[in-house]
């Protein structure tokens, strides 16, 4: 069963899943031991799947952070998800409902990548192309927030 104690781990580590477990202790108010028994605990029951690193795509050169929705022609829906992954411009793929079927996001060097990787998932469907101006950091626990980059 997760408990508020478990609640509060989480959100440390979505936060910095990098801190010792002395520093995740401190912050929610447990020893060591008992944090680091806690998170193999949400480990083992897969509350916790996987730790992560985010990356800035702006400082490796990723001028442009776009989503592109797709909709998929009939009958090419297998065929453009086995080579979606392919695209090395494509960060994440989801399938979802309503218009289109298919929700990419995607970064790119600049216009003309942009413009060649459009090109290519076209000969799949019909794209609609929304570009990222910035990211909306939103704190649950205050209801506020800040836009970054």
Request: glycine share 6%; charged share 30%.
């Given at each position: ?54 990356i800035n795509s702006r400082l490796l050169g990723y001028d442009i952070e776009a989503f592109i929705s ?23 793929a989801y399938r979802i409902t309503g218009g289109q079927n298919v929700q990419l996001e995607i970064i ?42």
């Open positions: 069963m997760i408990d508020v104690l478990d609640l509060k781990i989480l959100k440390v580590l979505e936060k910095n899943s990098r801190l010792s477990f002395a520093e995740i202790g401190r912050l929610v108010g447990l020893s060591p031991s008992a944090t680091r028994e806690r998170v193999q605990k949400l480990e083992e029951k897969g509350v916790i799947s996987n730790y992560t690193v985010e797709v909709k998929v022609f009939h009958g090419k829906l297998k065929s453009f998800l086995s080579v979606v992954g392919t695209y090395p411009e494509v960060k994440r790119a060097k600049d216009r003309l990548q942009l413009q060649k990787l459009i090109d290519k998932i076209m000969e799949y469907g019909d794209t609609l192309t929304q570009l990222i101006l910035s990211e909306v950091e939103i704190d649950k626990e205050k209801t506020t927030y800040t836009i970054s980059k």
